[in-house]
Each structure stands twice: as C-alpha cells, then as structure tokens.
Nanobody
Framework: QVQLVESGGGLVQPGGSLRLSCTAS????????MGWYRQAPGKPRELVAT???????NYADSVKGRFTISRDNAKNTVYLQMNSLKPEDTSVYCC?????????WGKGTLVTVSF
C-alpha cells in the first residue's frame, strides 16, 4: 500500500512561481513512476509531468520550459516547480504513483493563478 500527501498549493499572481511537493509512504520501493496531473472545472484531466525511478522525465507541451519535476529519494518526495504561471494553470493538482499492479492517488492541492 502507498499513501501520497501533496502540499504547496495556494494563490499566486500571473508570472509568479510555486513549488508543489508529494511525499510517499508505505511500500515506496515498489513505485516505478510518479507524476502530476491537473483538472480544472469544466475541463478534462491532463497529465502535467512524470518522473521514473531512474530519473527520466516527460512533460505536457503546455508546461514545457515553465515546469520542472524532480525527486528526492532520501525524503521519498517528488516536486513540481512551476514558474511563469498563467491563469490557465489554475487547477487542482494531484500526485499519482504507479506500481506493477496498481496506481495510487493523492487528494490534491489547489493552485489558483489570479490577480
């Protein structure tokens, strides 16, 4: 079993930055991929970024050059550094962990980009 807890969401002005954190506990050694997803009201859920246990990363085209996903194995934590934020980035951001047999989701953290 894997438990995920996100933090770091909040209100930020356009052009600002936030860093989200996702800390995993439980059977953490069975995780081979972790990622960030987002879903805004009235819009479908979309993949934002992923990182493998080996450190390989992938990003949605809409966030390339602005967002960076990273990990700290000692802290069992994955981060999403978000720069140059736009109003369209406003969403609930959820962390996901995948094992060989199933996937686990955090409860999400709200990011609001607005004046």
């Amino acid at each position: 079993q894997v438990q995920l807890v996100e933090s770091g969401g909040g209100l930020v002005q356009p052009g600002g930055s936030l860093r989200l954190s996702c800390t995993a506990s439980g059977s953490i050694f069975s995780i081979y991929v972790m990622g960030w997803y987002r879903q805004a009201p009235g819009k479908p859920r979309e993949l934002v970024a992923t990182i493998t246990s080996g450190g390989s990363t992938n990003y949605a085209d809409s966030v390339k050059g602005r967002f960076t996903i990273s990990r700290d194995n000692a802290k069992n934590t994955v981060y999403l550094q978000m720069n140059s934020l736009k109003p369209e980035d406003t969403s609930v951001y959820c962390c996901k962990a995948r094992t060989a047999s199933k996937e686990f989701w955090g409860k999400g953290t709200l990011v609001t980009v607005s004046f």
